[in-house]
């Protein structure tokens, strides 16, 4: 039978690394197929091949049986492929129906845009699939799962019969994620062809008919979903078994760290973005906050760090009230922060390492010595910082940019643990680092743990946060609306609260009840 | 009552606000000793139309470019290569030469600030500096060697003007007509004599060069938004890498922005060597390409928000130009310090305290200044513009809405 796609030893080199090694894909018609493997492990570049995004270097794509060789990703949208990216590729000050019809507006004479028939046939298209969007509205008006759904409405308004699908999973909650399995499924059941990566394991049994193994580049395995258990696909991703993010016996102290009572943040229409927080970390805790992201989180470590003004309530550090403190007055205090975006907040990406080591600190020592950066020392620190977190770098002169995610996540992870902090703030602490980094980074939170450090984790990922936390505080809408424990809660049911789902039906916060 | 009034069609809330204006300075210069009607003459409107053009297409040439991602703090230079390209043209061929060539000028100016941000991710502002300093070089050398006078061209010919016909007495296929917005300017009736004679202003002695301008705005915003190139450059600056994700040529949407751009800003600089001073001279866009980003910020990016940005910030110059005692432009301090008291209030309201205190010492200050002196400085026009975006921007900030990528370089395939 005819293959809907077939990949044949497909190379792709970067500068020093091999992205692809003659890997080899078969994706049958009307499937659903998923591409499995570490971060690092070629599936994006590979899908940014079929995509005509990059050129392979050797090796024969088919599509359909016929050879073809993508200039473009017009050309691959010509043959019918189209691909939902891992960052969702919208405008957020252009509204649903432009973006969608975006490169292939149907034009009258002038070159003007048919505005009533695109929204017809967007109307018909998400209809079909039971993808229901409003073309008019402005696409930052969208929560995540919808703008997820305006991606998949634009590849199938351009007539795609084969799907691709980066990552579809990593932004959206468990609610959602049945919601987006769902249509895959619709969408299968109409004839599409459809190929997801993930790294999710129970994800991808779920959804997926076949499954393709990568692990460094190379294809290692096509297996049947139906076969295969998630242990038997993580052997195959990693060649070993997965890391867990598990912490042992609660180091839990009576003292206090960080106490916030009644904090409340007002966004620029005074409407309370963090509302009436009372939050208590103690020594050696770490406290978990789950929540569907824009749901405060930022605001709250703002409201923590300084950078956002606290309408009412107040904040305590180590007994003392820091409410009115400036940020730089805290940093010096004691509160440390691994921002969430490494790149926007967490590092100048072309200054050096021992440069970057020493933001946040650039007051104190070992860093600066009176009105002065002392070189020598910050260097000699950042050579500290690169052994005792296993920081792979050349040297610490090099910009930050040459080093890979991880790294430069372990890098900022140093430069707060050795400030001697009294509370880590850290957001999405593993977001976007492959596993090997993954591992070391949970290791340095537990040993900070025992060592008697507070933390307030903030993450996506809620095998971490389950794995990692002493306690888990769900914040909806600004509010903490319950208190959980990690020993025994589900990423599911976690799921359903953060969505307000079980909240609604049960309103005593206790961990037993999702709405199913 | 606010609902009520975005209800309204757009030109006739336009009009709107406009009458209120009229009110206010009729009011401001009564106050003034002698008063001789010259903020609300035909004569201020009039220069108001012709200085305001300039800005007008600078502006539009900031949105075309700002759209596409591309900061051009380059239009002032661009607006020079126009002035001497349109000048030249003008005297060596015809004025409708002029106006081509001085589009052609800019949009060289245009297409060199396009190689430099697109294709070589040159920081946006660094080039668009770069061509501020090039282009008054450029100019220099050709008018020595063409017009065998460093500074300055001989007199230029320009497109002329129209009256329009009933409302100012223009004539109708060589016909005369009534000058009703005259008749009635004269009867002296405050505040309707006063709206007349503004009105008057307005619809005659129009330039033709100004009508083309003015084509310009419904057509800029049509272009942008009704069509296919438009969407494609307008996504170009707000997130490019969904277009290019799409198969949408970003780069040449850029360069098209960029290219159109210059050519808008040369189109300005060609009017005013041809209609507003008559000849080519060294240095006579005086700024006015960096108004013209001052009205694109003040428009907050849109082609209506520009024109009104250009009107308001052309109507001191147009009023100075017959001011030679300083006397109307004096009345302008009573104007701006009740309009600060204005935007106080609206801040108390809005419970934005330190908005309402900071707009409240700014009027009293203002409004001192115009009790203590009898005269304004002949400087207050041209920094009035700068003062306004200034104030914009302190007190109406968060309503602005600039491309999200405005001023970052893009670079294909960077995902």
Same mark, same amino acid.
């Given at each position: 039978?005819?293959?809907?796609?077939?990949?044949?030893?497909?190379?792709?080199?970067?500068p020093g690394?091999?992205?692809?090694?003659?890997v080899?894909?078969?994706v049958?018609?009307?499937?659903?197929?998923?591409?499995?493997?570490?971060?690092?492990?070629?599936?994006?570049?590979?899908?940014?091949?079929l995509?005509?995004?990059?050129?392979?270097?050797e090796?024969?794509?088919?599509v359909?049986? @016929?050879?073809?060789?993508f200039?473009?990703? @017009?050309?691959?949208i010509?043959?019918?492929?189209?691909m939902?990216?891992?960052h969702?590729?919208?405008a957020?000050?252009?509204?649903?129906?432009?973006?969608?019809?975006?490169?292939s507006?149907p034009?009258?004479s002038?070159?003007?845009?048919?505005?009533?028939?695109?929204? /017809?046939?967007l109307?018909e298209?998400?209809?079909?699939y039971?993808?229901?969007?409003?073309p008019?509205?402005?696409?930052?008006?969208?929560?995540?799962?919808?703008r997820?759904?305006?991606?998949?409405?634009?590849?199938?308004?351009r007539?795609?019969k084969i799907?691709?699908?980066?990552?579809p999973?990593?932004v959206l909650?468990p609610?959602e994620?049945?919601?987006?399995?769902?249509?895959?499924?619709?969408?299968?059941?109409?004839?599409?062809t459809?190929?997801?990566?993930?790294?999710?394991?129970?994800e991808?049994?779920?959804?997926?008919?076949?499954?393709t193994v990568?692990?460094?580049?190379?294809?290692v395995g096509?297996v049947?979903?139906?076969?295969? #258990?998630?242990?038997?696909?993580?052997?195959?991703m990693?060649?070993?078994?997965?890391?867990?993010?598990?912490t042992?016996?609660?180091t839990v102290?009576?003292?206090?760290?960080?106490?916030?009572?009644g904090?409340t943040?007002?966004n620029?229409e005074d409407r309370?973005?963090?509302?009436?927080?009372?939050l208590?970390?103690?020594?050696?805790?770490?406290?978990?906050?789950?929540?569907?992201?824009?749901?405060?989180?930022?605001?709250?470590?703002?409201?923590?760090?300084? @950078?956002?003004?606290?309408e009412?309530?107040?904040l305590?550090?180590?007994?003392?009230?820091?409410?009115?403190?400036?940020v730089?007055?805290?940093?010096?205090?004691?509160?440390?922060?691994?921002?969430?975006d490494?790149?926007?907040?967490g590092?100048l990406?072309?200054?050096?390492?021992?440069?970057?080591?020493?933001?946040g600190?650039?007051?104190q020592?070992?860093?600066?010595k009176?009105?002065?950066i002392?070189?020598?020392?910050?260097?000699?620190h950042?050579q500290?910082?690169?052994?005792?977190?296993g920081?792979?770098?050349p040297n610490v002169?090099?910009?930050?940019?040459?080093?890979s995610?991880g790294?430069? /996540?372990?890098? $900022?992870?140093?430069?707060?643990?050795?400030?001697?902090?009294k509370?880590l703030?850290?957001?999405?602490?593993?977001?976007?680092?492959?596993v090997?980094?993954?591992?070391?980074?949970?290791?340095?939170?537990?040993?900070?743990?025992?060592?008697?450090l507070?933390?307030?984790?903030?993450?996506?990922?809620?095998?971490?946060l389950i794995?990692?936390?002493?306690?888990?505080?769900?914040?909806?809408?600004?509010?903490?609306?319950?208190?959980?424990?990690?020993a025994?809660?589900?990423?599911?049911q976690?799921?359903?609260?953060?969505?307000?789902?079980?909240?609604?039906?049960?309103?005593n916060?206790?961990?037993?009840?999702?709405?199913e | 009552?606010?609902?009520?009034?975005?209800?309204?069609?757009?030109?006739?809330?336009f009009?709107l606000?406009?009458?209120?204006?009229v009110?206010?300075?009729?009011?401001?210069?009564s106050?003034?000793?002698?008063?001789?009607?010259?903020?609300?003459a035909?004569?201020?409107?009039?220069?108001?139309?012709?200085?305001?053009?300039?800005?007008?297409?600078a502006?539009?040439?900031?949105?075309?470019?700002?759209?596409?991602? $591309?900061?051009?703090?380059?239009?002032?230079?661009?607006?020079?290569?126009?002035?001497?390209?349109?000048?030249?043209?003008?005297?060596?061929f015809s004025?409708?030469?002029?106006?081509?060539?001085g589009v052609l000028?800019g949009?060289?100016g245009?297409?060199?600030?396009a190689?430099?941000?697109v294709?070589?991710?040159?920081?946006?502002?660094?080039?668009?500096?770069a061509?501020?300093i090039?282009a008054p070089?450029?100019?220099?050398?050709?008018?020595?060697?063409?017009?065998?006078?460093r500074?300055?061209?001989p007199?230029?010919?320009?497109?002329?003007?129209?009256?329009?016909?009933?409302?100012?007495g223009?004539?109708?296929f060589?016909a005369? #007509?009534?000058?009703?917005?005259?008749s009635?300017?004269?009867?002296?009736?405050?505040?309707?004599s006063?709206?007349?004679?503004?009105?008057?202003?307005?619809?005659?002695? $129009?330039?033709?060069?100004?009508?083309?301008?003015l084509?310009?705005?419904?057509?800029?915003?049509?272009f942008?938004w009704? @069509?296919?190139?438009?969407?494609q450059?307008?996504?170009?600056g707000e997130?490019?890498?969904a277009?290019?994700?799409l198969?949408?040529?970003?780069?040449?949407?850029?360069?098209?922005?960029v290219?159109?751009?210059?050519?808008?800003?040369?189109?300005g600089?060609?009017?005013?060597?041809?209609?507003l001073?008559?000849?080519?001279?060294?240095?006579?866009t005086?700024?006015?390409?960096?108004?013209?980003l001052?009205?694109?910020?003040?428009?907050?990016w849109?082609?209506?928000?520009?024109?009104a940005a250009?009107?308001l910030?052309?109507?001191?110059?147009g009023?100075?130009?017959?001011?030679l005692?300083g006397?109307?432009t004096?009345?302008?301090?009573?104007?701006?310090?009740?309009?600060?008291?204005?935007?106080?209030?609206?801040?108390?309201?809005?419970?934005?305290?330190?908005?309402?205190?900071?707009?409240?010492?700014?009027a009293?200050?203002?409004?001192?200044?115009?009790? /203590?002196?009898?005269?304004a400085?002949d400087?207050?026009?041209?920094?009035?513009?700068y003062?306004?975006?200034?104030l914009?921007?302190?007190?109406?900030?968060?309503?602005?809405?600039?491309?999200a990528?405005?001023?970052?370089?893009?670079?294909r395939?960077?995902?």
């Open positions: 039978m005819v293959l809907a796609i077939e990949l044949i030893d497909i190379t792709k080199r970067f690394v091999l992205a692809n090694d003659r080899n894909l078969r049958e018609l009307g499937e659903i197929h998923a591409i499995v493997g570490e971060n690092g492990a070629g599936k994006s570049t590979l899908m940014k091949i995509y005509g995004m990059q050129p392979p270097d090796g024969k794509m088919l359909n049986g @016929t050879e073809v060789d200039k473009s990703p @017009t050309e691959a010509e043959a019918g492929i189209g939902v990216h891992q969702v590729m919208l957020d000050n252009l509204t649903v129906l432009e973006n969608v019809i975006l490169g507006e034009t009258k002038f070159g003007r845009i048919d505005f009533e028939s695109a929204a /017809q046939h109307r298209v998400s209809h079909a039971g993808l229901d969007i409003e008019n509205d402005l696409v930052e008006t969208l929560e995540v799962g919808e997820q759904r305006v991606e998949i409405i634009k590849v199938l308004f007539g795609a799907l691709i699908l980066d990552e999973t990593a909650v609610q994620v049945e919601q987006l399995h769902h249509n895959l499924r619709e969408l299968k059941a109409q004839g599409s459809i190929l997801v990566i993930n790294h999710k394991l129970p991808v049994l779920d959804i997926a008919d076949t499954i990568l692990r460094q580049g190379r294809t096509e049947k979903a139906s076969d295969v #258990t998630a242990g038997d696909l993580a052997e195959l990693v060649g070993s078994e997965l890391p867990s993010p598990e042992t016996e609660s102290t009576d003292d206090v760290a960080l106490s916030l009572r904090v943040v007002l620029e309370p973005v963090v509302d009436d927080v009372d208590v970390i103690h020594r050696g805790e770490i406290v978990g906050i789950a929540g569907v992201e824009g749901n405060g989180q930022g605001e709250l470590i703002g409201a923590i760090m300084g @950078t956002e003004h606290v009412t309530g107040t305590e550090l180590m007994g003392q009230d820091i409410t009115k403190w400036s730089r007055q805290r940093r010096e205090a004691g509160v440390g922060l691994v921002p969430q490494r790149h926007e907040e590092l990406l072309t200054a050096p390492l021992w440069e970057n080591a020493a933001l600190h650039q007051t020592r070992p860093y600066a009176g009105w002065w002392d070189r020598a020392a910050s260097r000699a950042t500290t910082i690169r052994k005792r977190f920081v792979k770098t002169d090099v910009a930050a940019h040459a080093l995610g790294n430069q /996540q372990k890098l $900022i992870i140093g430069r707060e643990m050795t400030a001697d902090p509370i703030v850290l957001a999405h602490p593993t977001r976007g680092i492959d090997g980094a993954q591992a070391s980074v949970w290791q340095k939170i537990r040993d900070a743990r025992a060592d008697g507070a933390t307030m984790l903030i993450s996506a990922d809620l095998e971490e794995g990692l936390s002493d306690t888990i505080l769900v914040m909806l809408r600004g509010k903490l609306v319950a208190k959980l424990d990690p025994n809660v589900t990423p599911r976690l799921g359903s609260y953060m969505t307000g789902a079980a909240i609604e039906t049960d309103g916060g206790s961990a037993d009840g999702g709405a | 009552m606010l609902a009520a009034l975005h209800r309204l069609p757009t030109w006739l809330r009009a606000y406009a009458s209120v204006g009110l206010v300075l009729a009011i401001a210069e106050f003034e000793s002698g008063g001789v009607g010259r903020l609300t035909d004569t201020a409107s009039r220069a108001m139309l012709k200085w305001c053009i300039p800005i007008l297409l502006g539009l040439g900031g949105l075309f470019s700002e759209r596409a991602s $591309i900061v051009n703090i380059g239009l002032e230079g661009m607006m020079i290569l126009g002035t001497w390209f349109g000048a030249w043209a003008a005297l060596e004025p409708w030469m002029g106006l081509v060539f000028g949009a060289l245009g297409l060199i600030h190689v430099a941000t294709s070589f991710g040159v920081d946006h502002v660094i080039s668009g500096v061509i501020n090039m070089g450029v100019t220099t050398f050709l008018s020595s060697e063409v017009f065998g006078n500074t300055q061209s007199d230029v010919p320009g497109l002329g003007e129209v009256d329009v016909p009933v409302l100012a223009g004539t109708f060589g005369e #007509t009534p000058d009703i917005l005259g009635i300017a004269d009867q002296g009736v405050f505040f309707v006063d709206l007349a004679s503004f009105a008057r202003g307005l619809v005659s002695g $129009i330039a033709i060069f100004s009508l083309i301008a084509a310009l705005v419904p057509l800029s915003g049509w942008l009704k @069509t296919r190139a438009g969407l450059l307008r996504s170009a997130y490019p890498l277009g290019e994700s198969g949408v040529n970003v780069i040449r949407r850029m360069y098209l922005g290219v159109v751009s210059g050519a808008l800003a040369g189109l600089g060609a009017f005013i060597a041809m209609e001073t008559g000849f080519y001279q060294n240095g006579q005086g700024g006015r390409g960096f108004i013209g001052a009205a694109l910020i003040f428009g907050n849109r082609p209506l928000g520009i024109l250009a009107f910030f052309g109507y001191p110059f009023v100075s130009l017959r001011d005692d006397q109307s004096h009345a302008l301090l009573l104007v701006v310090s009740f309009c600060l008291a204005v935007v106080s209030l609206w801040a108390a309201t809005a419970r934005r305290l330190v908005d309402a205190v900071m707009a409240l010492v700014f009293v200050v203002m409004f001192a200044w115009y009790v /203590q002196t009898d005269v400085p400087w207050l026009p041209n920094a009035m513009p003062v306004i975006v200034l914009v921007l302190v007190f109406a900030a968060q309503r602005l809405r600039a491309p990528f405005d001023g970052q370089i893009y670079r395939g960077a995902t």
